[in-house]
């Protein structure tokens, strides 16, 4: 059994900010839910943009910071830039949509090298100048 922690992150209908916690859905009528913990062990449920909903993969970058699908992160080394995604294709798992439309996995190791720079939701700036530059 894994030890890794299962933690999703989405922005909330009422105010746009992000929200981390536990993933619910309603299949009745498609509202999404993310549920955290709030002061004194009390749970409370957010409504979320469905579009936004991204997994913690488990893995943190050279600072520390959780990397989560929709991240855009930054090789150290070389200064690549790519997005965080859920790739299913000759190997399962997340990888790093690369600038040359290709998927790059990765291993713990060179994740942690790279660290976080943005959000495809917040900055998607940063990869249109990475692909201007190519």
């Given at each position: 059994?894994?030890?890794?922690?299962?933690?999703?992150?989405?922005?909330?209908?009422?105010?746009?900010?992000?929200?981390?916690?536990?993933?619910?859905?309603?299949?009745?009528?498609?509202?999404?839910?993310?549920?955290?913990?709030?002061?004194?062990?009390?749970?409370?449920?957010?409504?979320?943009?469905?579009?936004?909903?991204?997994?913690?993969?488990?893995?943190?970058?050279?600072?520390?910071?959780?990397?989560?699908?929709?991240?855009?992160?930054?090789?150290?080394?070389i200064g690549a830039v790519g997005k965080v995604v859920w790739y299913e294709g000759d190997y399962i798992g997340f990888a790093v949509d690369d600038i040359d439309d290709s998927f790059q996995q990765y291993d713990k190791e060179l994740f942690d090298k790279h660290e976080v720079i943005g959000n495809i939701f917040d900055n998607p700036e940063l990869l249109e100048v990475e692909n201007e530059t190519d």
């Open positions: 059994m894994s030890n890794r922690e299962i933690l999703f992150r989405a922005k909330r209908k009422s105010d746009g900010e992000w929200i981390f916690g536990n993933l619910l859905r309603t299949d009745d009528d498609g509202i999404c839910i993310i549920q955290n913990h709030v002061p004194h062990h009390l749970l409370k449920n957010y409504e979320v943009d469905s579009e936004t909903i991204c997994q913690y993969t488990g893995l943190t970058d050279k600072n520390g910071r959780k990397i989560f699908e929709g991240d855009i992160v930054q090789y150290s080394k």
